[in-house]
């Protein structure tokens, strides 16, 4: 690992470092993706790395290739302690709104981690309901490795899941813009109409 890479991620344990040294051992990060697109779930994902693990190229996932995600999702599997993922569907989107949505999918990740936390440390500045010690961090995903490591973990999954679905409806191009409202997917609504994993309230501009 090259010496301004290793700068870098130890700047990223900062804020882990400074709770092990309070007593906390277990730290998890906290990120989600999907929280903009037109169509698709809210993913969340809850990681706890091993103490001083610094795994290289690891950052916010929207300034990785998806190539270079895909395998940073492989290794942070293999090195972390736990995973949890947790998703709100389009259902519950519409019905209690994205912001709850997304609080609901990273409680569940959370609790979907085959260890407790002793400390969450959550991208952002919403606080989520949980009975663990936990704290937000806005920009988290550029300033915590667990979170960044969570970020990541997160957008693969709901990416794979976007592209699974661009199979079912081919004409929408799913598999290459994930949802988000690029030209060609809004022509396609224009045209087509929404699929059933569309999100009505985010795409009422779209369809009178």
Known sequence: ?????????????????????????????????????????????????????CIEGVN?????????????????????IAVGVGI??????????????????????????????????????QMIDIDIPANTVVSGDAKSESIAAASIIAKVTRDRMLIKWDKDYPEYGFAKHKGYGTKRHIEAIEKYGLTKIHRPSFCKKIVQ
């Open 1 to 53: 690992m090259k010496e301004k890479e290793l700068e870098r991620l130890k700047t990223m344990l900062q804020i882990e470092n400074s709770l092990y040294k309070s007593g906390y051992n277990f730290i998890c990060g906290v990120d989600e993706a999907g929280r903009g697109p037109l169509c698709g779930p809210v993913v969340a994902a809850a990681v706890i790395l091993p103490k001083d693990e």
């Open 60 to 80: 916010d996932s929207k300034k990785i290739s998806e190539k270079k995600r895909e395998k940073l999702y492989d290794e942070i599997l293999l090195k972390a």
């Open 88 to 125: 709100s569907d389009v259902d519950i989107i519409e019905k209690v709104n994205i912001l709850n949505a997304t609080k609901l999918a990273m409680k569940q990740a959370i609790e979907n981690l085959n260890i407790t936390p002793d400390y969450v440390l959550i991208d952002g500045n």
